[in-house]
């Protein structure tokens, strides 16, 4: 009996001394879409803890059918590029790569109150604050997401 009570004992100080932070897991969003002979790719994975998104990874690929359409394109995507708003924001990276024809826009987003500034953020999308710390619930941006045309897998 006494070793019954000890080793309950042991294992519940384990579990209390394990508890704390919860397991990261990624939730990955992806699309593709032809239109006038360009291809668009899209991929989006979201780091969450809980129902709270931490980080989000995005990743658009647009492939154009000729040099001329991608020279079309081009000077519109610069313009809605968010590299400039991106700059300076701690916590935020934002690139735009080209290549003959084809050109990548990759953005990397960490929602977390360390990292950005809620002020800064708020330049980018909504935020809510909870606390000290930023909160981007999960399922809704997963139905919001998947409500633009994206496949969601956790």
Known sequence: MKKLLCA?????MLAGCSGGKEETKTMTCTAEQKS???TISQTIKFDYQGDN???QDQKTVITAPD????????P??????LESK??????MSYS?????????I??????DIKEIDPKDYGTFTNQKLSGKKMVMDLEKTKENIEKSGLTCKK
Do not use: H, P
């Not at 735009?96 to 990548?104: A, H, P, Y």
């Open 96 to 104: 735009l790569t080209e290549d003959k024809d084809k050109f990548s």
């Open 67 to 74: 040099k001329k359409t991608y020279e079309a394109m081009l």
């Open 76 to 81: 519109t995507l610069k313009s809605a590029s």
């Open 8 to 12: 309950a004992f042991v294992v519940a």
């Open 106 to 111: 990759t953005e990397s987003i960490v929602f």
């Open 86 to 91: 991106a700059k300076g924001v701690e916590g």
């Open 53 to 55: 998104i931490t980080k």
């Open 36 to 38: 006038n002979g360009s």
